[in-house]
């Protein structure tokens, strides 16, 4: 089992697939793309030698996101490969939602098991200012879509913005009134890019979780390969309602994740400046230098981000490492 210094276990693998997206959220890539070319981009038989190695560490969980990974050509073939890898219980896609009317059903044919899709807010004019992309409706099609197909789990991600969706907590409510979904703001995290962007719209979630306290709402018990996310459920809903807070204490106390490049780099924390180039290790079949190399490398996990002393390492966007 990957463990660290900290006797923190990692059994969840965020596995980035591309830094491309065709998306341009104010928070993440507001002029677009900052890389257009897909060189160098992680093959599927060197997906499969990183999966597996990690696998035998003990990796229950791979979750495959970008950029946009649904701008992947061979996606649906990255999902089958990671379900086959023996170890691997779950897969998960984190995307914006463009590709998911046309081919979530071949993306749980290829035995996806969960996926989270942005929406940072269900307003159509303000998605559309907030994304670059009026895309709300055909979104929200596509994750209607993705339950009825049987994909076990769907969730949203919305980042919490204070001039966008500040004051739409009872939208958000009501639609999960009405849908069985989990719903999870994000407070948004300032990056090497965003740092006026991040000042002048950070907005904490604990206003948000002392209102749902107050109503009622309770915590839901995590599982050993969940993300950060504290979830909530209540009798009236039919959905839960998450809060994602970096910034608040203990946030990286029970860290269990790693993180992959698209181009190969292992990253140890989301906000790093050092990262490891492991494309020479994935040029064989033989897992145990890379399995060696791993164990090692996860000795150098810092116990924490330093977001609160405004250091984001070299994480200039989230694209660039899938969040
Ligand atoms: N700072 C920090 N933020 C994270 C971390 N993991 C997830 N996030 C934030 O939460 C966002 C949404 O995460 P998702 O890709 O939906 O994955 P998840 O929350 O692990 O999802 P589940 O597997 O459903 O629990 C990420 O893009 C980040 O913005 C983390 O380890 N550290
Ligand atoms: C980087 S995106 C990659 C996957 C896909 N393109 C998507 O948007 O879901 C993953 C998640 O990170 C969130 N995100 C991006 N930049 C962020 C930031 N600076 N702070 C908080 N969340 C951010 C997005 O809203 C999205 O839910
Ligand atoms: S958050 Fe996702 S969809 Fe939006 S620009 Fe970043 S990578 Fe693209
Ligand atoms: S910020 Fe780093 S240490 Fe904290 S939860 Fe995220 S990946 Fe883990």
Redo the contacts with the bound molecule.
Sequence with gaps: MLTDAYARRFS?L?LSVTEICNFRCSYCLPDGNDCDSRAGELTLSEIKRLVTAFAKLGTR?V?I?GGEPSLRKDLTEIIATCKAIPGIEKV?L?TNGYRLKRDALAWQQAGLD?V?VSVDSLDADTFHLVTGQDKLADILDGITHAKAIGIK?V?I?TVLLKQHNALALPDFLKFVQQQAIAL?F?EL?RTGDNAGFYQRQHLSGASIQQQLLAQGWQLNTKANT????LEYSHPAYQGQIGL?M?YSKD?CAD?N?LRVSSKGQLYLC??TDSHQDLRRLLQSDNSAPLMHFLQQAVQGKAFS?QLAADYSGSTRH?AQI??
């Design positions: 969840y965020r969980k979750r996101t998960a984190t969960a989270n789990q969730k991600n999870r994000i995290m969940d993300g950060p996310a994602i970096p946030f860290c994740r989301l906000f981000h989230l899938g969040g």
